[in-house]
């Protein structure tokens, strides 16, 4: 027999990608989490991580055990559920990952509108590479992340351009369109979880233009605050335009993010049943249309 704390505790491997940062999460040590994993794999009679120094990595056994686990506790949880006063905690539950580059006010507008179809939203930001193996794993059930060329993909949302981030105090703040030399003498503020990181530095480089870096940040609130703040200037998805700042287009840079749904294959037909999902993934189409002019 299994005991349910076991499978708590390798889903927590599952999820976290460290023992560390694992027995945190269950609020117990290191040792007794390997212990129980240990043990675990004893019970299944397999080898379901490799561990080495770096990395966690579940074998092809331990990626198909981790689906019948992660069923089992969502039946256990559901069981609890049955007879509870709260009616949040036997709604419907869409574990949803949200890449973490889309706008805030994207999303608070969207998840206003969605907790009106009364189901449970589970939120998992993360950055892209992050978001596929949280699907892999089976950690979200799905994704609003970049869906460029992804099998997966249940729906793309819209297709956005990448634009130079300006202040609207800025003199070039009106233009529709900005060459890289034009802002050859300004700092620049390095967004350095930008999935276009690499594009941006080849672009601005080709053209010579090898600007002083004045901040570098892992937070677009911060590099948005940096920009308006007169500290320099960036580059970012237009969707960010109206955050008190103007983002014309970058000459000649023609790099785009299309960002739709992701889907992993086991939870298809619950996420064609979420009607909070659906209204969530229509707020951002019609966000994105409305700063695409």
């Not at 940062?21 to 019970?43: D, H, M």
């Not at 939203?121 to 460029?148: M, N, P, S, T, Y």
């Not at 892992?218 to 920009?227: E, G, I």
């Not at 992701?262 to 951002?284: C, N, V, W």
Request: hydrophobic share 45%.
């Amino acid at each position: 027999m299994i005991d349910r704390y076991l499978l708590r505790y390798f889903l927590a491997v599952v999820d976290q990608g460290a023992f560390t940062r694992a027995a945190a999460q269950c609020r117990v040590s290191q040792p007794t989490l390997s212990v129980g994993i240990a043990k675990l794999e004893r019970l299944v009679g397999v080898k379901l991580i490799n561990r080495t120094n770096r990395r966690v990595d579940l074998t092809p056994a331990g990626v198909r055990f981790a689906v019948h686990a992660r069923r089992i506790e969502a039946a256990f949880l559901d069981a609890q559920a049955v007879g509870e006063a709260d009616t949040d905690r036997s709604a419907p539950l869409t574990r949803l990952g949200v890449l973490s580059t889309l706008p805030g006010r994207w999303m608070e507008r969207a998840l206003t509108a969605a907790r009106a179809a009364g189901e449970r939203i589970e939120i998992v930001e993360g950055r892209q590479k992050d978001l596929h193996g949280f699907l892999e794993r089976g950690r979200i059930d799905a994704a609003i992340c970049i869906v460029d060329g992804d099998p997966r993909v249940q729906r793309a949302l819209f297709t956005e351009p990448y634009g130079l981030v300006l202040p609207l105090s800025h003199p070039l703040a009106d233009e529709v369109e900005i060459e890289a030399e034009a802002v050859a003498a300004e700092t620049m503020i390095v967004r350095r979880h930008c999935e276009a990181l690499a594009e941006t530095s080849r672009h601005f480089t080709a053209r010579g233009v090898r600007p002083f870096m004045a901040a570098k940040t892992t937070s677009d609130d911060r590099a948005l605050a940096y920009v308006r703040s007169g500290l320099g200037v960036t580059v970012m998805p237009r969707g960010f335009v109206g955050d008190g700042v103007a983002i014309p287009r970058l000459a000649g840079f023609g790099v785009t993010r299309t960002i739709g749904v992701l889907i992993h294959p086991d939870a298809g037909r619950k996420i064609g049943q979420s009607r909070a999902l659906e209204i969530l993934a229509s707020e951002f189409q019609a966000l994105a249309d409305a700063t695409s002019g």
